[in-house]
C-alpha cells in the first residue's frame, strides 16, 4: 500500500498512517491500555529477574524517584495537549531550587518559617518562569520551541551567577521533610505528587479551562471561532507548567538537601518523555494525566528494575529510548488515518 | 487584551530583582566549608593562616582570595590529614560470605573514568568479590536514585565518585542507618562521615605544576595566561585551578588574561579556548584544569593557526603524552586513578581491618624529558 | 450554433473523466480535447469542475474513472513532475513561487544546470534571462522572487511553464488579481504562446475577456459538460444560459416572503476589512439575507470580519443601533452573533472531541459556575440541541469525527445556538451534505427566522440561495455590488451582478 498523500476538496491532505495491515480498532483499544499492560508485564518480569524488587523498600523508593519527573510532567502534559512544548523545564527546576537554597542561607524566621517562606518564594519564581515562557509565546509570538529553548540557556544561565555555580546546601530539617519526610509508610514527595495529580485533574475534566485546552490542541483556529480565547489558554499552560516545576525543584532540592544550580540538565526529556509514553499526542488534543502518570511510572520502574539487574548503564538508556519510541509508533499506528 | 509592554516587563523585572537579591545574599556563600563551620570561623581561620605571596605584593589580594578558598576545599584538607586517623568496620563481614560491593561513579563520559571502572573491576576479580558499576550520567539526582536502588539490593558496601559535593547527605544517611558503609574514590565530600576516603590530590597537582610552570618562565618579563577551567562548581576543579594560579601570581611575571570553564570535556574546552584566542592577540601559555582541556586547546590552537603558544595540563592522559612528545604541550601531571586501590581497602575494612580515614596519593610531573628517558606512564 | 465534437484528440485530451470527492461527484464523465495553437477557455459556476478538470489534466490529482490522453495515447501521470515531464504546465490561480529562491531559480526549479552535482549559476542566470525576456519580464534573474508584485511573479510562473518547454498551459484565473494594464500584457503574451504553437487553456469568470481572447469555449455545469463551440458564436447572455441550465434542484422549501418590520438587526456601512473593499448591508429580525457572487469575492471574509475573527480596517457595524465593533469571536458571541464556518472539518469543530463537548464549546460560561463546569447542565443543553435539531448519533459522547456531513453540520449548528444568538452568519450552510440533510437544515434555518433571528446566508448554490433568501446581496470583487429584493431575483440577475457587477 502506498504511503502517498491523497487530497480531498474540502480538506487538508491525509496521510495514510504506518502499518496499516494493523487493525486500526483494535490498535486504538491497545494504545489505551498499552501502557498499563506494558508495566504490569515489567513488574512481573523484574519481580523474578531482579532480587529486591517487590519489597516495600524498593516499591516505595521507585515512588519517590518518579515523583519528581511526575510532578513536572502534569504541567508538561498540559502544554503538550495544547501542541505545545516548554523545553526550559530543567533549568527552572535548578533556578527554583538555587533560590530556595539561597533564601534558607540567610533566612532568620527559624526552622519552620523559612521554611514556609522557601517554599512561598520557589513558587513565585517558578511560576514566574512560566509566565516569561508565555508571554514569549502570546505577546511576542514566538514559537514555543523556541522561546523555551531561549528560557532553557537563560534561566540556567542565571542559577548559576547567582550561585557562582557552586551547590548551596540546605540544612533547614523542616524543609526536609518535603523530599525527605514521610507520613506513616508513605512518602511525602508521593503525597505531593498525588496533590498535584488530582489538582491537574480538576483543572482539565473539572473546569472551563480545561475544555478549552483540549480544544485549542485539537484545533487551535476552530477553537478561536468557537469563541475561545486562544492566548490566554496558552499563557495558563505555561504558568502551570511554571509552577509544577516549582514543585518539582521543592522535592529536588529537598530531598538533595541543596540547591542544585547545574543540575537538572536534560530533566525536560524525562518529562516530555513520561508524557509521550503516557499515549499524549505531541500534535496536541489528545491525552490524559493518567496516561502520563503511568508513563512517568513506566520510565522510572524500567530504570530502577535494570538497575536491581546489574544491567549496564549503556544498556539502560538504549532500552529506555527504544521503551519511548515504541510508545510513540503505538500512539501513532493507533490513530489510523490522521490530519497532518 | 493586556499592554504587552506592561505584561512582559513585569515577570522579567520580578525575576531580575529576584536575582539581584539572591546574588547580593551569595557573595559570601562558599559551599565547601564542613559543616557547623560557620563563615566567621571560615574567615578566622584564613586569617590566622598567614598568606605566602612570594613577594609579588601586587597580587598579594589574589593569592589570598584564591588561597581562603583553597583552605575550605577538600582536597586541600585531605592533603593535610593524609594516612593520619584509621577507621575499624564494627561489623565485619565473616569470611565466607562473598562481598558484594557497588560502585556508583558520577559518568562514564571521560576516559578516565572509564579507567577506574576497569581499575575496579579488576581489582574486584583479583580479590575474589562481587563489583556493580553504576553510571549516574553525570546528574547528581540520578545518583542518589542508584544509590538509594543499591542499597535496596542489600550490598555490604558503597564505593562512590560523587557528582558534586553537595546532594547526596540524606541517601548517606539511609546507608549509614542500615549499616552499609561507605567509601569516596577520587573526589569525595564534605559534612558525612565515610568509611575512608582515598582521594586525588587535586591541589597538589595544580601546585606542582605550577611551580614548575614558574620556574621554567622565570626568565621571561611578562607571560599571558589563558586559563580553561573545569566542571562548573566543581571543587576539584577549583583546588587544582587555585593552586596553579597561586604558584603563577607569586612568580609575579604572569598575567592571567581570561578564565572560562571547559567542563574537563574536549569539546567545550575546545569552544572556550577559541573564543578566548579570538579575543586575545598576544597569548603565550594556555592552562587546562585537566588533560582533555588542554587537548581542546591544543585544537583550537592549530585550527587558528596561531604559534608560539604553549600548553599545559593534568592528569597524564596517553594522548598528552604523545602531544608533549611532539612537542605541542609542555607538560601534564599523572593523576592516578585510586578506583582499584580504594576496592582493597573496602575489602579489608569489610573484614575486619582497619583502613585510613583519608589518603592521598602523590602526584608525578611529566615532561618531554621524562617521557624520553622512559621513566613516566601515563596514567589512562 | 454548432458544437463541435470531440474529434481526434488533439495534444491533450479527456475522456469520461469521473471524479468524486466524499461521494458527491465534481465531475460526472466530461469530454475536453485541447488542439495546439489554440486557446481555449473553460467556463462555468462555482463547483462546475473547471478546476478539478485542470488539476486532473495537469497531473496534480488522479481521476477516479475515464483517460487522460496525451497526444493520443493513454496515459497516467505520476503527480505534476509526470505530467511536466510530458509538457503539461499550470499557472495556479494562487501563485506557487517559491519566494526564497531567486527569480532565475524559480524559473529553473527541476532542471537548474549543473557542474558536478552543483547548480551552475552563471548558466542558470542566463537561461533564466533568456525565458523572462520571452515573457517580457525586465528584472534581474537574481532578484528575489519574494521582491517581484504579483504581476511579475505570475509572468516568472509562465516563464517557468516556457522552460519547461511546455505544449500545454493552463491558466486558472491569471487576471483576477492584476491590475487592468497588466491584464492587458498578460493577454497579449497568450496570444503570442498561442501563435508559438502551443495549447493555451483559460479558466477565468471575466466572460467579456474570455469572448475576446479565446478561440474555442467549453461551459461545465454540476460537473457534466454542456456545450464547446467556437467563441465567434456565442455572446455573454448565451454563456451565461448555458452556466445555469433551465433545471432547478426541488429542494429548498419555498415560503412567503418575511414580513419586513422593524428597525434592522445588523447594519454594516462601507465595511473594509482583510479580503473586503467595501461592503454595505442591513438585517432585520425574521429575515434571511442571502449573499451571492463568485468565490473570490469575499462573501467569506465579510462574515469573518462580521464575526470578529479578522479585523475591519475602514467602515461601521451597528447591532440593533448600537456600535458594534468585535475585536474577537468572543467579542462577537457576548453580543448574540454567531458563525457556523464554511469549512466544518477545519474550521468548525474539534475533530478529536466527542459531540457533547463540541456542542458545549462555545457556551462554558452558561453552564458553569465561575471556573467550574456544571456536568449536569452541559448534558441538559447536549440533550436540548440534539432532540431539537435532531441529530442522529448513538450518544453525545460520539467521537464527533463518526457522524456523517449532515449531522456534523447540526453539531456546528447546535453548538452555535446555544450561545444564544440573535443574529446567525451561516457561510455554504448545506456544502458537502446529503439531500435530505440539506432540507432539514433550511428547515431549521427557516424555524430560526420565524423565530425572531435575523440570518445572514453565505451560498454558491444558486437555487439555494434564491429560495431560502428574503432578500440577496450581491458581491463582487470584495464588494457589495447590488441587492435584489425576492420578486427581483432570479439566476439571470444574480449572476449579472455576480460577473458584471
Given at each position: 500500500?502506498?504511503t ?12 495514510r498512517?504506518?502499518?496499516t495491515w494493523l487493525?486500526?480498532?483494535?490498535l486504538?483499544?491497545?494504545a489505551?491500555?498499552?501502557?498499563v499492560?506494558?508495566l504490569?508485564l515489567?513488574a512481573?518480569?523484574?519481580?523474578v529477574q531482579?532480587p ?7 516499591l516505595?523508593?521507585?515512588?519517590q524517584?518518579v ?16 501542541a505545545g512544548?516548554?523545553?526550559s523545564?530543567?533549568?527552572?527546576v535548578?533556578?527554583?531550587?538555587s533560590?530556595?537554597?539561597l ?6 524566621l527559624?526552622?519552620?518559617?523559612s ?7 520557589a ?5 514566574l ?10 505577546v ?11 528560557t532553557l540557556?537563560?534561566l ?10 557552586f ?5 533547614n530539617?523542616?524543609?526536609a ?5 514521610k507520613?506513616g509508610?508513605?512518602?511525602?514527595p508521593?503525597f ?16 472551563k ?9 485539537d ?7 468557537s469563541?475561545?480565547?486562544v492566548?490566554?489558554?496558552l ?9 509544577c ?6 522535592i529536588l532540592?529537598?530531598?538533595?538537601s541543596?540547591?542544585?544550580?547545574a543540575g537538572s540538565?536534560?530533566?525536560e526529556?524525562n518529562?516530555?518523555a513520561?508524557v509521550?509514553?503516557?499515549g499524549?499526542?505531541?500534535?496536541g ?9 503511568l508513563g512517568a ?16 548503564t ?7 529510548g527504544?521503551v519511548?519510541?515504541a510508545?510513540?509508533?503505538?500512539d ?9 | ?5 506592561t505584561t ?9 530583582l ?15 566549608a564542613p559543616t557547623g563551620t ?15 605571596d ?5 597580587n598579594s589580594?589574589r593569592?589570598?582570595?584564591?588561597q581562603?578558598?583553597?583552605d575550605?576545599?577538600l582536597y586541600g584538607?585531605a592533603?593535610a590529614?593524609s594516612d ?11 569470611p565466607?560470605?562473598k562481598i558484594?560491593?557497588?560502585f ?9 573514568l572509564?579507567?577506574?571502572k576497569e581499575?575496579?573491576e ?7 568479590v562481587?563489583?556493580?558499576v ?12 542508584d544509590?538509594q536502588?543499591?542499597?535496596t539490593?542489600g550490598?555490604?558496601?558503597l564505593?562512590m ?6 546532594g547526596?547527605d540524606a541517601v548517606?544517611?539511609?546507608?549509614s542507618?542500615q ?11 564534605l ?7 582515598v ?6 597537582e595544580?601546585r606542582?605544576?605550577g611551580?614548575?610552570v ?10 599571558n595566561v589563558?586559563?580553561?577551567?573545569g566542571?562548573t562548581g566543581?571543587?576539584s ?22 578564565e ?6 574536549r569539546?567545550e574546552s ?7 584566542l ?7 601559555l594556555?592552562?587546562g584544569a585537566?588533560?582533555e582541556?588542554a587537548l581542546?586547546?591544543?585544537?583550537a ?17 596517553k594522548e598528552?603524552?604523545?602531544a608533549?612528545?611532539q612537542?605541542k604541550?609542555?607538560?601534564?601531571v599523572i ?11 573496602v575489602?579489608?575494612?569489610l ?11 602523590d ?6 624529558e ?8 601515563p596514567?589512562f | ?16 473523466i469521473v ?15 485541447l488542439?495546439?495553437g489554440?486557446i ?8 462546475a ?5 485542470s ?6 490529482e488522479t ?8 497526444e ?6 505520476n503527480?505534476?513532475s ?5 509538457g ?9 513561487v517559491?519566494?526564497?529562491l ?7 526549479v ?5 557542474r558536478f552535482g ?6 542558470l542566470?542566463?537561461?533564466a ?7 517580457g519580464l525586465d ?13 511579475q511573479?505570475q509572468?516568472v510562473?509562465?516563464?517557468?511553464a516556457l522552460?519547461?518547454?511546455a505544449k ?5 484565473e491569471?487576471t ?9 500584457r498578460?493577454?497579449g503574451?497568450l496570444?503570442?504562446?498561442?501563435d ?6 483559460l ?5 467579456a ?5 479565446a ?5 461545465l455545469r454540476d460537473?457534466?459538460h ?14 451565461i444560459q ?6 432547478l ?5 419555498d415560503h412567503?416572503?418575511?414580513a ?20 454595505s448591508l ?10 451571492g457572487?463568485?468565490v473570490g469575492?469575499?462573501r467569506?471574509?465579510l462574515l469573518a470580519?462580521?464575526f470578529?475573527h479578522?479585523?475591519?480596517?475602514a ?8 456600535p ?6 468572543a467579542?462577537?458571541?457576548a453580543?448574540?452573533v454567531?458563525?457556523v ?6 474550521q ?33 443543553l447536549?440533550e436540548?440541541y ?11 459522547s460520539?467521537?464527533v469525527?463518526?457522524?456523517s456531513?449532515?449531522?456534523q453540520?447540526k453539531?456546528v ?6 450561545t444564544?444568538p ?13 439531500v435530505?440533510?440539506?432540507?432539514e437544515?433550511?428547515r ?5 427566522a420565524d ?5 445572514v446566508?453565505v451560498?454558491?448554490?444558486?437555487p ?5 433568501s428574503?432578500?440577496?446581496?450581491v ?6 455590488v447590488?441587492e ?7 439566476e ?10
Amino acid at each position: 500500500m502506498p504511503t502517498a498523500a491523497t487530497s480531498s476538496a474540502a480538506g487538508p491532505p491525509v496521510r495514510r498512517a504506518p502499518l496499516t495491515w494493523l487493525k486500526g480498532r483494535d490498535l486504538r483499544a491497545l494504545a489505551q491500555v498499552g501502557p498499563v499492560v506494558a508495566l504490569l508485564l515489567l513488574a512481573a518480569f523484574f519481580s523474578v529477574q531482579a532480587p529486591n524488587f517487590l519489597s516495600a523498600n524498593n516499591l516505595t523508593n521507585i515512588l519517590q524517584q518518579v515523583s519528581i519527573t511526575a510532578v513536572a510532567a502534569v504541567g508538561a502534559t498540559m502544554v503538550i495537549l495544547v501542541a505545545g512544548i516548554d523545553l526550559s523545564v530543567g533549568s527552572v527546576v535548578a533556578l527554583t531550587g538555587s533560590v530556595a537554597a539561597l533564601y534558607l542561607q540567610h533566612a532568620t524566621l527559624g526552622m519552620f518559617g523559612s521554611a514556609v517562606v522557601a517554599v512561598l518564594v520557589a513558587l513565585v519564581v517558578a511560576t514566574l518562569c512560566g509566565l516569561l515562557n508565555g508571554l514569549l509565546v502570546t505577546v511576542a509570538k514566538v514559537p514555543a520551541f523556541i522561546a523555551t529553548l531561549a528560557t532553557l540557556t537563560g534561566l540556567r544561565g542565571l542559577a548559576l551567577l547567582i550561585t557562582d555555580s557552586f551547590p548551596i546546601s540546605i540544612r533547614n530539617t523542616d524543609y526536609a521533610v518535603i523530599g525527605l519526610g514521610k507520613v506513616g509508610p508513605v512518602p511525602v514527595p508521593v503525597f505531593i505528587m498525588a496533590i498535584m495529580f488530582a489538582v491537574g485533574y480538576v483543572i482539565l475534566h473539572r473546569l472551563k479551562i480545561g475544555r478549552r485546552i483540549y480544544a485549542v490542541g485539537d484545533n487551535e483556529q476552530s477553537a478561536r471561532l468557537s469563541g475561545i480565547r486562544v492566548d490566554r489558554v496558552l499563557l495558563f499552560v505555561f504558568v502551570f507548567a511554571g509552577f509544577c516545576a516549582g514543585v518539582a525543584a521543592l522535592i529536588l532540592s529537598s530531598r538533595l538537601s541543596s540547591g542544585q544550580p547545574a543540575g537538572s540538565v536534560g530533566f525536560e526529556l524525562n518529562v516530555i518523555a513520561a508524557v509521550v509514553v503516557g499515549g499524549t499526542s505531541l500534535f496536541g488534543g489528545r491525552g490524559r494525566l493518567s496516561g502520563t502518570f503511568l508513563g512517568a511510572l513506566l520510565i522510572g520502574t524500567l530504570g530502577n528494575g535494570l538497575t536491581l539487574m546489574n544491567v549496564p548503564t549503556y544498556w539502560q538508556q538504549i532500552i529506555t529510548g527504544v521503551v519511548v519510541v515504541a510508545a510513540v509508533v503505538l500512539d501513532r499506528v493507533s490513530r489510523g488515518e490522521r490530519r497532518t | 487584551m493586556k499592554n504587552p509592554a506592561t505584561t512582559s516587563v513585569l515577570p522579567i523585572a520580578g525575576l531580575l530583582l529576584a536575582a539581584l537579591v539572591a546574588s547580593s545574599c551569595s557573595a559570601d556563600v562558599n559551599n565547601n566549608a564542613p559543616t557547623g563551620t560557620t563563615s566567621a570561623g571560615a574567615s578566622a581561620a584564613a586569617g590566622q593562616r598567614t598568606v605566602d605571596d612570594g613577594g609579588c605584593t601586587k597580587n598579594s589580594e589574589r593569592i589570598a582570595q584564591l588561597q581562603a578558598e583553597l583552605d575550605k576545599n577538600l582536597y586541600g584538607i585531605a592533603a593535610a590529614e593524609s594516612d593520619k586517623a584509621t577507621n575499624t568496620n564494627p561489623n565485619p563481614v565473616p569470611p565466607d560470605k562473598k562481598i558484594k560491593i557497588a560502585f556508583s561513579i558520577e559518568g562514564l563520559s571521560h576516559p578516565f573514568l572509564v579507567k577506574q571502572k576497569e581499575l575496579a573491576e579488576a581489582e574486584a576479580a583479583r580479590l575474589g568479590v562481587d563489583i556493580q558499576v553504576i553510571s549516574a550520567n553525570d546528574d547528581v539526582n540520578q545518583q542518589f536514585n542508584d544509590l538509594q536502588n543499591a542499597i535496596t539490593q542489600g550490598v555490604d558496601a558503597l564505593m562512590m565518585m560523587p557528582a558534586k559535593t553537595q546532594g547526596l547527605d540524606a541517601v548517606l544517611g539511609q546507608a549509614s542507618a542500615q549499616n552499609i558503609p561507605y567509601f569516596f574514590t577520587q573526589k569525595g565530600m564534605l559534612g558525612v562521615q565515610p568509611a575512608s576516603q582515598v582521594l586525588a590530590p587535586y591541589a597538589n597537582e595544580g601546585r606542582q605544576l605550577g611551580q614548575w610552570v614558574a620556574e621554567h618562565y622565570k626568565d621571561e618579563d611578562n607571560v599571558n595566561v589563558l586559563v580553561i577551567t573545569g566542571i562548573t562548581g566543581d571543587a576539584s576543579s577549583v583546588a587544582r585551578v587555585n593552586a596553579f594560579e597561586i604558584e603563577l601570581l607569586k612568580a609575579c611575571n604572569f598575567t592571567i588574561l581570561a578564565e572560562q570553564p571547559g567542563q574537563y570535556r574536549r569539546e567545550e574546552s575546545n569552544k572556550a579556548a577559541e573564543n578566548m584566542l579570538a579575543a586575545h592577540k598576544d597569548v603565550d601559555l594556555v592552562f587546562g584544569a585537566n588533560d582533555e582541556a588542554a587537548l581542546g586547546a591544543i585544537a583550537a590552537i592549530e585550527a587558528a593557526g596561531r604559534t608560539g603558544i604553549d600548553v599545559v595540563g593534568l592528569d597524564g592522559q596517553k594522548e598528552m603524552f604523545t602531544a608533549i612528545e611532539q612537542g605541542k604541550a609542555l607538560a601534564t601531571v599523572i593523576h592516578k586513578p585510586t578506583a582499584g586501590i580504594l576496592v582493597g581497602e573496602v575489602v579489608k575494612y569489610l573484614r575486619g581491618e582497619p583502613v585510613p580515614q583519608y589518603k592521598v596519593l602523590d602526584e608525578d610531573l611529566v615532561t618531554k624529558e621524562r617521557i624520553e628517558t622512559g621513566s613516566v606512564e601515563p596514567a589512562f | 450554433m454548432t458544437t463541435l465534437a470531440a474529434t481526434g484528440t488533439g495534444v491533450l485530451a479527456a475522456r469520461g473523466i469521473v471524479k468524486r470527492f466524499a461521494g458527491v461527484a465534481a465531475l460526472d464523465g466530461v469530454d475536453l480535447t485541447l488542439e495546439p495553437g489554440r486557446i481555449h477557455a473553460l467556463v462555468g459556476e462555482n463547483g462546475a469542475g473547471k478546476s478539478t478538470l485542470s488539476k486532473i489534466l495537469s497531473g496534480f490529482e488522479t481521476a477516479d474513472a475515464g483517460e487522460v490522453l496525451v497526444e493520443g495515447e493513454p496515459v497516467r501521470f505520476n503527480g505534476p513532475s509526470g505530467a511536466a515531464a510530458r509538457g503539461i504546465a499550470i499557472v495556479h490561480q494562487e501563485l506557487s513561487v517559491i519566494r526564497s529562491l531567486s527569480v532565475a531559480e524559480n524559473v529553473l526549479v527541476g532542471s537548474e544546470p549543473s557542474r558536478f552535482g552543483f547548480v551552475d549559476r552563471r548558466r542558470l542566470a542566463r537561461e533564466a534571462a533568456g525565458y523572462l525576456e520571452k515573457v517580457g519580464l525586465d528584472v534581474d534573474p537574481r532578484t528575489p522572487a519574494s521582491r517581484l508584485s504579483v504581476a511579475q511573479q505570475q509572468l516568472v510562473e509562465i516563464a517557468r511553464a516556457l522552460a519547461m518547454d511546455a505544449k500545454v498551459i493552463f491558466f486558472d484565473e491569471p487576471t483576477s488579481s492584476l491590475p487592468h494594464r497588466d491584464s492587458r500584457r498578460l493577454l497579449g503574451l497568450l496570444r503570442e504562446l498561442r501563435d508559438a504553437g502551443r495549447a493555451i487553456v483559460l479558466i477565468s469568470h471575466d466572460l467579456a475577456e474570455v469572448l475576446e481572447i479565446a478561440d474555442t469555449v467549453t461551459v461545465l455545469r454540476d460537473g457534466r459538460h454542456i456545450v464547446t463551440a467556437p467563441a465567434g458564436e456565442l455572446d455573454e447572455e448565451r454563456l451565461i444560459q448555458h452556466m445555469i441550465g433551465r433545471d432547478l434542484e426541488v429542494v429548498y422549501s419555498d415560503h412567503a416572503a418575511a414580513a419586513a418590520s422593524g428597525p434592522p438587526a445588523l447594519v454594516v456601512e462601507d465595511l473594509a476589512a482583510p479580503g473586503v473593499r467595501a461592503a454595505s448591508l442591513s438585517v432585520r429580525a425574521g429575515e434571511v439575507l442571502g449573499i451571492g457572487g463568485l468565490v473570490g469575492s469575499g462573501r467569506s471574509e465579510l462574515l469573518a470580519a462580521i464575526f470578529g475573527h479578522t479585523r475591519p480596517v475602514a467602515g461601521r457595524m451597528l447591532l440593533d443601533g448600537r456600535p458594534y465593533r468585535p475585536r474577537h469571536p468572543a467579542d462577537a458571541l457576548a453580543r448574540g452573533v454567531g458563525l457556523v464556518p464554511e469549512s466544518r472539518k477545519d474550521q468548525g469543530l474539534q475533530l478529536g472531541l466527542s459531540m457533547a463537548a463540541n456542542i458545549e464549546l462555545s457556551s462554558l460560561s452558561s453552564i458553569a459556575t465561575g471556573p467550574w463546569v456544571r456536568r449536569a447542565r452541559g448534558r441538559r443543553l447536549v440533550e436540548r440541541y440534539i432532540a431539537d435539531l435532531r441529530i442522529k448519533t448513538a450518544g453525545p459522547s460520539a467521537p464527533v469525527s463518526t457522524l456523517s456531513g449532515g449531522n456534523q453540520q447540526k453539531v456546528v449548528l447546535a453548538k452555535v445556538l446555544a450561545t444564544r444568538p440573535r443574529v446567525l452568519l451561516l457561510d455554504e450552510p448545506t456544502r458537502g451534505i446529503d439531500v435530505g440533510a440539506k432540507a432539514e437544515v433550511h428547515r431549521i434555518i427557516r424555524r430560526l427566522a420565524d423565530e425572531g433571528m435575523a440570518i445572514v446566508m453565505v451560498s454558491s448554490v444558486l437555487p439555494e440561495l434564491l429560495n431560502a433568501s428574503d432578500r440577496i446581496v450581491v458581491m463582487r470583487a470584495g464588494r457589495t455590488v447590488g441587492e435584489l429584493s425576492r420578486a427581483e431575483a432570479t439566476e439571470e440577475s444574480v449572476m449579472r451582478l455576480a460577473f458584471q457587477g
